[in-house]
């Protein structure tokens, strides 16, 4: 004799219900891959692809997304700004480099407002600054010109060893200290006075920037422009020569030795910085 509880068919019918959309719903999920979880090395390993196969702006929509995700995480934002100015090696076009580094600088700046107290993140946004410099007018140069000192500083105080540092504060004291009549007027403005440079202090910034990394390309095409402009040619031909003899360790490196063997080839005329 069956003795159990009778299930009333409204209810029956409102059981098969349920247990019809759980089906469903279960085998949605199983017919559907499931989204991988989010990677900040496979998003930028995606945007890489895209820049190899011309797609400039895919590649620009992930790196987009990869900010805003990682808007917090300094060393992301750092590694993420590096990516941009190494696509602006790659760009004949005037208008794609000057993107490039306008979101380099931008993802420097958040950088530095998540962590002040990241060395790699001011010394970003002084590079980001010196990049800038082929697209922006005089006086946003000069403005720059002031935040790639100020950030050079920062990074120095927060860590003496960093050569990169150095290098920067050597070329804004050749820049400055040799600049035109009419900027000055503008550097009077932006800066409330004309800040202290000279050719002296730019060597000395180059010959800590060697002290600290004795190889480096860009540290001996500077010295040769702060020794040119302060009237040592013997110097700065030897640096030249230098350049000419080392190894390039990354593409500012490869682009300081072109432009050293440019420098040679026609010494003793000066021919157009195009670092």
């Given at each position: 004799?069956?003795t159990?509880?009778?299930?009333p068919s409204?209810?029956?019918?409102a059981w098969?219900?349920?247990?019809a959309v759980i089906?469903?719903?279960l085998?949605?999920?199983l017919?559907?891959?499931?989204q991988?979880a989010?990677s900040?090395?496979?998003?930028l390993?995606?945007a890489?692809?895209a820049?190899?196969?011309?797609?400039l702006?895919?590649?620009?929509d992930?790196?987009?997304q990869?900010?805003?995700l990682?808007?917090?995480?300094?060393p992301?934002l750092?590694?993420?700004?590096k990516?941009?100015?190494?696509?602006?090696h790659?760009?004949?076009n005037?208008a794609?480099q000057?993107?490039?580094?306008?979101?380099?600088?931008?993802?420097?700046?958040?950088a530095?407002?998540a962590?002040?107290?990241?060395v790699?993140s001011?010394?970003?946004?002084?590079?980001c600054?010196?990049?800038?410099?082929?697209?922006?007018?005089?006086?946003?140069?000069i403005?720059y010109?002031?935040?790639?000192k100020?950030?050079?500083?920062?990074a120095?105080?927060?860590?003496p060893r960093?050569?990169i540092?150095?290098?920067?504060?050597?070329?804004?004291h050749?820049?400055?200290?040799?600049?035109?009549?009419f900027?000055?007027?503008?550097v009077?403005?932006v800066?409330?006075g004309?800040p202290?440079?000279?050719?002296?202090?730019?060597?000395?910034?180059f010959?800590?920037?060697?002290a600290l990394?004795?190889?480096?390309i860009?540290?001996h095409?500077g010295?040769?422009?702060a020794?040119?402009a302060?009237g040592?040619n013997d110097?700065?031909?030897q640096?030249?020569?230098?350049c000419?003899r080392?190894?390039?360790?990354d593409?500012?490196d490869?682009?300081?030795?072109?432009?050293?063997?440019a420098?040679?080839?026609?010494w003793?005329?000066?021919?157009?910085d195009?670092?």
């Open positions: 004799m069956y159990g509880i009778a299930i409204y209810r029956r019918s098969l219900l349920v247990l089906c469903c719903l085998g949605s999920s017919s559907s891959p499931a991988p989010y900040f090395s496979n998003n390993a995606q890489d692809a820049c190899h196969q011309g797609d702006a895919k590649a620009l992930i790196y987009a990869v900010q805003t990682e808007a917090t995480n300094a992301h750092c590694a993420l700004t990516c941009y100015c190494d696509l602006m790659d760009r004949t005037n794609h000057a993107e490039l580094a306008r979101r380099a600088l931008a993802a420097a700046l958040q530095v407002q962590n002040p107290l990241s790699t001011h010394l970003c946004v002084a590079i600054y010196a990049k800038n410099f082929p697209f922006v007018d005089l006086r946003t140069k403005a010109s002031r935040g790639i100020t950030e050079a500083e920062k120095l105080a927060l860590d960093q050569d540092a150095y290098y920067l504060l050597g070329r804004w050749t820049g400055v200290a040799n600049m035109g009549f900027a000055h007027g503008i009077k403005v800066y409330g004309l202290h440079a000279s050719n002296a202090d730019a060597i000395a910034c010959q800590k920037a060697l990394a004795p190889n480096r860009i540290h095409a010295l040769f422009r020794y040119a302060a040592e110097l700065a031909h640096e030249l020569e230098t000419q080392l190894t390039p360790v593409q500012d490869a682009d300081a030795r072109k432009f050293a063997l420098a040679l080839a026609s003793p005329h000066p021919i157009p195009t670092l």
